[in-house]
């Protein structure tokens, strides 16, 4: 048997934790499949966790000595961030060491640099578990669905956002308490503006893009929308329409250019996509060859992170002695290869919409509303008047149209909202059908 | 770029045509990704398939030439069977050529002497579509999951009985009658007695459960029952307590052995697993350290397994020049170091059951069978009397158990076959809750 492959990880938080202890708790089968030993031999962490039993490797307060360390030949960087993260990761890489992160926020930001000096210095940059988590996501777009052009996908790639969705549905909850709940129970973070704004989502979208469509990185040009604003009454009747909110990222090649968008979206309840519960994760894949695909699981946690981290790993000590970097370029295709691809603005991305308006219950409020929208050019699938509540004058309208420009819709809510039957905004919902 | 890598498919089938014309649809992005140019040099088919142009590629009547012809570097075996098809592999391992195959029976009967044989003449063989058509889940096991010690996994891997499965269930209609409709249709074969049987999903699932727990093919110990004798009230007293019938593929390792078994299985209606649908196929797998990942999509058709073949293809353009088969073995694990695991025999399998059985509607049955489950130390989970049909004297009886031994439930079984109340045989369906 080959030597060992020798590690270092940096970072013992969450993640490094996990892949610390997994590293040891499956040592020997990931031996028998590497082909290889899996040693740590070197920790950076500024301090010690005390799930861990350091006792055996190197530890050092300082992360970049892992980096510099010369026993050490692949990096395992879990520390987050884009600042010091990418500083350990380009210094490792300058060293001629393969690293493995499953910092998103990181690939997405800076990836076309890193991977650039990944070739350069002739290493791996690898990073399955920055995107859903132990769903091995990377490897089926990069490796699984390699014979096929990749029209589009869609994806539940955020644990918290698809958490709280969930109870509002289930329970009819407000998303601040449901919030609230979630944050107690240490699904989202102290600071969830990450999630619940969709940042998280959008660099874990754009990851997947350039990986189905063999273009780079380009973070800045999604577009990005929470589930801050959603309400519970949309979440209501969008189920009795037979739909179910989710918050997705998706990705789709046009003729016009690539759609790059992250937001909430009714989808048909009879999808396996709208029956992806809780803090799972979900990506469903269409490819011209076998039509779509879906892969489902944990997207975060110490465990099922660390999971795609040994999946990295044991790939490397597979590969030990041939590595080449040109043969599995990062993205799926070598970075001279891959196309610039145009970014769809949004006004000409097109999907059905969900719309809801409050209207003064009064003749002639419907036929006016309905010539707005044939206006812009908008059929109608669906038009539901609510009946008025006890006491109240306004009534809830509710309209799913076809397939129609996001700039037209947007013109006729903005002729909509300027009608006096018309109270405060109209609510805007994308739709999707995922019908491959 | 390096030169390419030349092909040679034999076969012009359902698959092979598929593979030949994809690999033409396709051949830009294929070049971009693999790093090297997918040529197709030689063809062997007995005729032409008037779905193929085969202009630039020779093409023998002998399948063996392909096999021989020096300039191939890898073979596709796209014949199937286990008699001409072992003879080509063989052949064409021997004159050092790479092989692809989408055949599972060859695999699961003769995947050891062959990946050995193969390891021996330092190439690779390739089987990504022999097992769920386009979903890349051998890749999942082999390399996705390489960092989890695999639990358990199941799986709706024959397109045919659950097509039949779904179709019984949505409209009450019987095995006989849909399985005619799926033959007209095309989904099902002239001669359904491999899918609707069974032993098409035994092939996958050996090779599932070999890659999952590094053990090797042991197609021979397989438990395999299939769907014929399925009866339309048994799939609507599921769908009352809760539950879906689905023929799946079950391995599991225990401490007393490893689970093989293919059979009809009531699961509860809220996984997703049960809501795979049609010809669909799906595997759920349990990892110690991600937890339940589920795999989804098409696991038939020409376009769809050639997307698994091509796959492959990919991988071997990645890796010119770095062709050490041992680098990523067959089944995950080098064979010398495969755990040659004992399968644990039928009656020692612990499951819930769902029984029903025919009874006279009189005073003191209940309890009567009820001893007789204590006797065998077997509790019940749900007992359920249906009222008598007008004019009927008989009344079903509906019992899931808790998790109990086959054993123990055979017996019991037998003894209740023999209670004068009780009329014909006891029908009995395992039950399998899935909940990771
Ligand atoms: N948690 C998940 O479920 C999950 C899932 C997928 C991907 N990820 C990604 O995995 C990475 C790690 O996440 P995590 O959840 O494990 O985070 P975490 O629990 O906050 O752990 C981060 C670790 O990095 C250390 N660290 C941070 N800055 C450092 C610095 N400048 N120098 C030295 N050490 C530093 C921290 O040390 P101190 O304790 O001393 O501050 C801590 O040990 C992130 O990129 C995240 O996006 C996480
Ligand atoms: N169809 C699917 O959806 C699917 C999915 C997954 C895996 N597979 C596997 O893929 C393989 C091919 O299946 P298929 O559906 O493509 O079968 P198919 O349509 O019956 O095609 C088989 C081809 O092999 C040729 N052939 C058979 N025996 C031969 C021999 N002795 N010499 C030369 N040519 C021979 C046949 O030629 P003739 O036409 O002259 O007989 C035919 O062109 C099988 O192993 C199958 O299990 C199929």
């Known amino acids: 048997m080959s030597p060992p492959l020798k590690i270092g990880?940096?970072?013992?938080?969450?993640?490094?934790?996990?892949?610390?202890?997994?590293?040891?708790?499956?040592?020997?089968?990931l031996k028998a499949r590497a082909g290889v030993s899996l040693d740590v031999v070197h920790v950076?962490?500024?301090?010690?966790?005390?799930?861990?039993?350091?006792?055996?490797?190197?530890?050092?307060r300082d992360i970049f000595?892992?980096?510099?360390?010369?026993?050490?030949?692949?990096?395992?960087?879990?520390?987050?961030?884009?600042?010091v993260a990418r500083e350990l990761v380009e210094a490792a890489i300058r060293a001629g060491k393969h690293v493995?992160?499953?910092?998103?926020?990181?690939?997405?930001?800076?990836?076309?640099?890193?991977?650039?000096?990944?070739?350069?210095?002739?290493?791996?940059?690898?990073?399955?578990?920055a995107i859903a988590g132990g769903i091995p996501i990377v490897k089926a777009l990069r490796e699984g669905l390699s014979g096929n052009r990749i029209e589009w996908l869609a994806g539940i790639i955020n644990g918290t956002t698809n958490f709280i969705l969930t109870e509002m549905r289930d329970k009819g909850r407000d998303f601040a308490d449901v919030l609230a709940e979630a944050q107690a129970l240490g699904y989202a973070e102290a600071d969830?503006?990450?999630?619940?704004?969709?940042?998280d989502a959008a660099h874990k979208l754009v990851i997947l893009a350039s990986l189905a469509f063999g273009m780079p990185l380009k973070f800045e040009s999604v577009y990005t929308e929470g589930i801050t604003r959603l309400q519970p009454q949309d979440v209501a009747y969008a189920e009795e329409l037979g739909y179910v909110i989710k918050h997705l990222g998706i990705a789709r090649q046009t003729n016009q250019g690539v759609e790059l968008r992250v937001h909430p979206t009714l989808i048909p309840r009879q999808r396996l996509l709208a029956n992806v519960d809780g803090v799972r994760n979900a990506v469903l894949i269409e490819g011209n060859a076998v039509g779509p695909t879906l892969y489902c699981g944990a997207g975060?946690?110490?465990?099922?992170?660390?999971?795609?981290?040994l999946a990295d790993l044991v790939d490397?000590?597979?590969?030990?002695g041939s590595a080449d970097p040109s043969q599995l370029p990062a993205l799926g295709v070598a970075s001279g290869n891959l196309q610039d691809l145009p970014v769809l603005a949004m006004e000409d991305v097109e999907s059905p919409w969900y719309l809801r308006m409050e209207a003064r219950d009064k003749p002639g409020v419907m036929s006016g509303l309905t010539s707005l929208f044939s206006e812009q050019g908008i059929s109608?699938?669906?038009?539901?008047?609510?009946?008025?509540?006890?006491?109240?004058?306004?009534?809830?309208?509710?309209?799913?149209t076809n397939q129609a420009r996001q700039g037209s819709v947007k013109d006729a809510v903005r002729a909509i909202e300027g009608l006096d039957s018309i109270d405060g905004d109209v609510t805007c919902i994308r739709v999707e059908q995922l019908d491959g």
Chains 1, 2 share one sequence.
């Open 300 to 309: 975060a946690g110490d465990r099922p992170t660390a999971s795609a981290v």
């Open 100 to 129: 493995v992160t499953a910092n998103k926020a990181l690939i997405a930001e800076h990836g076309n640099a890193l991977f650039a000096l990944a070739v350069e210095h002739s290493v791996q940059l690898r990073y399955e578990a």
């Open 192 to 199: 969830p503006t990450f999630d619940v704004e969709g940042v």
């Open 44 to 60: 950076g962490a500024r301090r010690d966790n005390p799930a861990c039993d350091l006792s055996g490797a190197q530890v050092s």
């Open 9 to 29: 990880i940096c970072g013992l938080g969450t993640v490094g934790s996990g892949t610390f202890n997994l590293l040891h708790e499956n040592a020997d089968l």
């Open 380 to 400: 109608i699938e669906a038009l539901i008047q609510k009946a008025p509540l006890e006491g109240q004058t306004l009534v809830s309208v509710i309209v799913v």
């Open 316 to 320: 490397l000590g597979r590969a030990t």
């Open 65 to 83: 000595a892992v980096a510099a360390d010369p026993e050490v030949a692949v990096v395992v960087e879990l520390i987050g961030g884009t600042t």
